[in-house]
C-alpha cells in the first residue's frame, strides 16, 4: 500500500532512510538528514510525500513502513538567463531487507503518476539509469540538461532526466543544478553530526561501488581507510585526508587560494593517471573550478 506520510511516520522513515543508504554511495550518509530538514523547506511537496507499507508477519498483524520518496521544486537555468521550473525528486528509499524485489520500481512508478497528474512536466535527478531507465528516465543530456558540476558537452551518465508531460521542456537548452536543501549537512555539518548522535551508532567505511570520495580540503582521491584523517577521539574522519586533518584539526591554516598553490606543485604525480597530462597553470586552473566545491572551501 502507498500512501502520505503523516508526522507519526516522520522518525521511523529517517531511520529506514539511514538503513537504506549507509555506506552506499558514501561512508555513512546523510540522505535522513536531508529528509528530516527538507519537510519545512519551502521547495518540499507534501502531496508527493509517500510512504509504502506491507504487512507485517508478526503476531499483531500491524503495517510496517519498507520505503519512502520524496519531490522537490527545481529549476533549470536556460542559456538566455531565464530560470525554467523543474522538479526533482528523492531520497528514494527501501529498506535493505526489501531491495531488489520489485518494491523501488512500484512506488517510484506510484509517485511518478501522482506528480504527471498535479502538473509537474518534467524531473531531473542523479541516479543509477540501469534502475530508473525502467521508469523511463534517460540521459539528461540527451535533451541538452546539462549538469553545474561538469564540462557541458559531458555525457554525464549519473544525471538523467524525464519530461512527464510531452513538449513540456520543448527545444529549450539549460543547466541544472540540485536544489541547497540537498546541501544541508554539508552547510550545517555540527547540527547534522548532533541528529546523527540520536541513531544507534553504525560503522562508516570507504566501499567498492561507492562514488569517488575526495579530500574535502585538498582534493586528494580518499581510496582506503589509511588516506583518511581523524577526529579529536581518534576514530577515522571520511571528509578530509591525513595530510589535512588529524586529531580533528586542520594542519594548515591557509586559503584556498593558498591551498591550491601547494597542490599544484604535485601535478606531475596527478598526470601519471591522467588521460593527457597537464601543466602546472592547467592544473591550478582545475582546481580554481572543482575546489569551491569542496566542503572546506564552499561559501
Not at 86 to 108: N, Q, V
Not at 119 to 137: D, P, R, S, T, V
Not at 208 to 218: A, I, R
Request: include cysteine; hydrophobic fraction near 30%; glycine fraction near 8%.
Amino acid at each position: 500500500m502507498k500512501r502520505i506520510e503523516t508526522p507519526k511516520d516522520y522518525r521511523e522513515v529517517e531511520n529506514l532512510t539511514r538503513e537504506a543508504f549507509w555506506n552506499v554511495y558514501r561512508p555513512g550518509c546523510t540522505e535522513h538528514y536531508v529528509l528530516n530538514q527538507y519537510r519545512t523547506n519551502p521547495d518540499f511537496i507534501p502531496e508527493l510525500d509517500f510512504v509504502m507499507e506491507v504487512e507485517d508477519d508478526g503476531e499483531h498483524q500491524s503495517s510496517k513502513i519498507i520505503g519512502h520518496v520524496m519531490f522537490s521544486k527545481a529549476e533549470i537555468i536556460l542559456d538566455d538567463g531565464t530560470v525554467f521550473p523543474s522538479w526533482t525528486f528523492g531520497p528514494i528509499s527501501i529498506h535493505p531487507d526489501y531491495k531488489r524485489k520489485g518494491y523501488g520500481l512500484k512506488l517510484l512508478q506510484y509517485a511518478l503518476e501522482k506528480a504527471k497528474e498535479m502538473g509537474i512536466g518534467l524531473l531531473q535527478m542523479e541516479g543509477n539509469i540501469e534502475f530508473y531507465k525502467h521508469a523511463g528516465f534517460d540521459l539528461a543530456s540527451k535533451m541538452k540538461i546539462h549538469y553545474h558540476a561538469e564540462p557541458r558537452e559531458s555525457e554525464v551518465p549519473y544525471f538523467l532526466a524525464q519530461e512527464l508531460i510531452p513538449g513540456y521542456w520543448g527545444n529549450r537548452e539549460g543547466t541544472y543544478c540540485p536544489p541547497k536543501g540537498y546541501f544541508v549537512a554539508d552547510e550545517n555539518p555540527e547540527a547534522f553530526e548532533a541528529y546523527e548522535a540520536t541513531f544507534p551508532q553504525k560503522e562508516k567505511a570507504l566501499q567498492e561501488g561507492q562514488l569517488p570520495q575526495f579530500c574535502q580540503s585538498c582534493g586528494m582521491p580518499l581510496t582506503k581507510d589509511e588516506d583518511c584523517g581523524t577526529n579529536a577521539d581518534g576514530s577515522r574522519n571520511f571528509d578530509y585526508c591525513q595530510y589535512c586533518y588529524k586529531d580533528g584539526k586542520f594542519l594548515q591554516e591557509c586559503t584556498m587560494d593558498e591551498m591550491i598553490e601547494h597542490c599544484a606543485q604535485f601535478v606531475d604525480e596527478v598526470n601519471k593517471n591522467m588521460p593527457k597530462p597537464m601543466t602546472k597553470e592547467e592544473y591550478k586552473q582545475m582546481m580554481q573550478g572543482f575546489f569551491p566545491m569542496l566542503k572546506r572551501w564552499r561559501k
